[in-house]
């Protein structure tokens, strides 16, 4: 897989620019950042220019590179990008400075412009991020690619906007995995989907021949751990994302699923049942060798790493009804941490360990919800026929799950953010089931 190589200096534009940048963060950035504490969010006027080109060619992908981080940063429900229509400058006129009171003229806070030069098959994209009121460069910086990895350059800039005016990490540059379903209820083909986290660039990494479930992309970004129905039993595989042969883990009794990696990729969860029960095992990547973490007559399935490793959440009907439970990562010392009314499942905890997304149902409906990891603070966010799998963005910020519908029988990915607001569904090629999100692509 190519790299970027990334200047990691600011690009100055004229000498307010530098003063801004020597200063460090400038005040008025601290009035700029969007205040995303609260539970309804005024999104951002933001003004996002196309870059400017020299070629023909260049000035297409400046607009199509603009395109991408205005649908990013649109989609996380905390910017609203100005119509192009009113804008008063060119690309090409804002090579260096801005004319501040043209954009303040539009009620743009922030502004967005930058270049784009091809060469052989290569690019090099230079972007800043400026403050309108203050008239200061926030940010600025350069990246060298191949030509077809443009996408990803937008999406690196549209993280590190993100980031400048949130304070949060961004998680445009991620992708995620799920399974892509197709045919009739009866007959279902099922294979393993990664794309982009907009939808773009979908590839299947399996063929249809066998039925997948339940797809896990592991923190280095480059492999996928699913579940296969094969010869035998079924079995969890890892495959790289991009390409190669499948690598099945182990030879356990019985069949193994629900596959989870530990923040450093060293150790895969799995669930393996044996007899009508389930345990939670550790498969170690490198010694191949798996390690019995629960030991119950019961079901236990479903674990997930806390982000520093030390703790697993997981399902389990050990105590009559489908719960959640938090144990360490050695195993033992399972504590229940749901208590509400209904069925809990499916737990997914957040990349910055403050919270706890599962999926529980309640009176016939199903929701996604989050708590805290020890119980405290649920709250719903979703409800329908039937809404499940979550899965965290890597800044822990927005939830992705499945949907199903009961009218059309065709499940599809959508989005939350933790406020309960901006639900947005995701467009997939295919129906779409068990969606996991990357962290950010290296």
Same mark, same amino acid.
């Given at each position: 897989?190519?790299?970027?190589?990334?200047?990691?200096?600011?690009?100055?534009?004229?000498?307010?620019?530098?003063?801004?940048?020597?200063?460090?963060?400038?005040?008025?950035?601290?009035?700029?950042?969007?205040?995303?504490?609260?539970?309804?969010?005024?999104?951002?006027?933001?003004?996002?220019?196309?870059?400017?080109?020299?070629?023909?060619?260049?000035?297409?992908?400046?607009?199509?590179?603009?395109?991408?981080?205005?649908?990013?940063?649109?989609?996380?429900?905390?910017?609203?990008?100005?119509?192009?229509?009113?804008?008063?400058?060119?690309?090409?006129?804002?090579?260096?400075?801005?004319?501040?009171?043209?954009?303040?003229?539009?009620?743009?806070?922030?502004?967005?412009?930058?270049?784009?030069?091809?060469?052989?098959?290569?690019?090099?994209?230079?972007?800043?991020?400026?403050?309108?009121?203050?008239?200061?460069?926030?940010?600025?910086?350069?990246?060298?690619?191949?030509?077809?990895?443009?996408?990803?350059?937008?999406?690196?800039?549209?993280?590190?906007?993100?980031?400048?005016?949130?304070?949060?990490?961004?998680?445009?540059?991620?992708?995620?995995?799920?399974?892509?379903?197709?045919?009739?209820?009866?007959?279902?083909?099922?294979?393993?989907?990664?794309?982009?986290?907009?939808?773009?660039?979908?590839?299947?990494?399996?063929?249809?021949?066998?039925?997948?479930?339940?797809?896990?992309?592991?923190?280095?970004?480059?492999?996928?751990?699913?579940?296969?129905?094969?010869?035998?039993?079924?079995?969890?595989?890892?495959?790289?994302?991009?390409?190669?042969?499948?690598?099945?883990?182990?030879?356990?009794?019985?069949?193994?699923?629900?596959?989870?990696?530990?923040?450093?990729?060293?150790?895969?969860?799995?669930?393996?049942?044996?007899?009508?029960?389930?345990?939670?095992?550790?498969?170690?990547?490198?010694?191949?060798?798996?390690? *019995? %973490?629960?030991?119950?007559?019961?079901? !236990?399935? +479903? $674990? &997930?790493?806390? =982000?520093? @490793?030390?703790? /697993?959440? #997981?399902?389990?009907?050990?105590?009559?009804?489908?719960?959640?439970?938090?144990?360490?990562?050695?195993?033992?010392?399972?504590?229940?941490?749901?208590?509400?009314?209904?069925?809990?499942?499916?737990?997914?905890?957040?990349?910055?360990?403050?919270?706890?997304?599962?999926?529980?149902?309640?009176?016939?409906?199903?929701?996604?919800?989050?708590?805290?990891?020890?119980?405290?603070?649920? *709250? %719903?966010?979703?409800?329908?026929?039937? !809404?499940? +799998? $979550? &899965?965290?963005? =890597?800044? @822990?910020?927005? /939830?992705? #799950?499945?949907?199903?519908?009961?009218?059309?029988?065709?499940?599809?990915?959508?989005?939350?953010?933790?406020?309960?607001?901006?639900?947005?569904?995701?467009?997939?090629?295919?129906?779409?089931?068990?969606?996991?999100?990357?962290?950010?692509?290296?």
């Amino acid at each position: 897989m190519s790299r970027f190589r990334l200047s990691r200096r600011h690009l100055l534009g004229g000498a307010a620019a530098t003063a801004a940048t020597l200063a460090g963060v400038p005040a008025a950035l601290a009035q700029l950042r969007v205040d995303i504490t609260r539970g309804v969010v005024q999104p951002m006027p933001i003004a996002i220019s196309p870059l400017a080109g020299d070629a023909p060619p260049d000035v297409q992908r400046g607009l199509q590179i603009a395109e991408v981080v205005q649908n990013d940063l649109d989609g996380s429900g905390l910017f609203k990008t100005i119509d192009r229509q009113a804008y008063i400058q060119s690309p090409n006129e804002m090579r260096t400075i801005p004319r501040f009171p043209d954009w303040r003229q539009i009620n743009a806070q922030a502004l967005v412009t930058g270049t784009v030069q091809g060469t052989g098959g290569t690019m090099a994209v230079e972007f800043r991020l400026w403050d309108v009121f203050a008239g200061n460069q926030l940010v600025g910086m350069r990246y060298e690619a191949a030509d077809a990895k443009w996408r990803q350059v937008a999406h690196k800039i549209a993280d590190e906007v993100y980031k400048r005016m949130t304070g949060e990490a961004g998680y445009f540059d991620t992708r995620i995995a799920y399974v892509g379903e197709t045919g009739p209820a009866t007959r279902r083909v099922k294979r393993v989907i990664v794309m982009d986290q907009d939808g773009a660039n979908s590839r299947f990494l399996t063929d249809g021949s066998q039925l997948v479930l339940t797809p896990r992309i592991a923190p280095d970004g480059r492999r996928v751990a699913y579940m296969t129905y094969r010869n035998g039993p079924p079995r969890v595989v890892v495959k790289d994302i991009d390409g190669g042969p499948e690598g099945v883990l182990g030879d356990f009794p019985g069949m193994t699923f629900a596959p989870r990696f530990s923040p450093d990729g060293g150790t895969l969860l799995l669930t393996l049942a044996q007899g009508g029960v389930s345990n939670i095992y550790a498969w170690d990547v490198s010694s191949r060798r798996s390690s *019995r %973490l629960t030991d119950s007559n019961a079901i !236990d399935t +479903s $674990p &997930s790493f806390s =982000p520093k @490793g030390d703790q /697993i959440a #997981f399902n389990s009907d050990r105590g009559g009804t489908p719960q959640l439970y938090v144990m360490p990562s050695g195993g033992g010392g399972a504590k229940r941490i749901s208590f509400g009314d209904g069925r809990y499942g499916s737990p997914a905890w957040s990349p910055r360990g403050d919270l706890i997304a599962f999926t529980k149902i309640k009176g016939g409906l199903f929701h996604i919800g989050i708590m805290k990891p020890d119980g405290s603070d649920e *709250r %719903l966010l979703t409800q329908s026929y039937m !809404d499940q +799998s $979550p &899965s965290w963005a =890597p800044n @822990g910020r927005v /939830i992705l #799950f499945e949907r199903d519908d009961p009218h059309t029988d065709h499940a599809r990915l959508l989005t939350i953010d933790i406020s309960g607001y901006n639900q947005r569904e995701i467009a997939t090629p295919t129906d779409a089931s068990d969606p996991d999100w990357s962290p950010l692509i290296p």
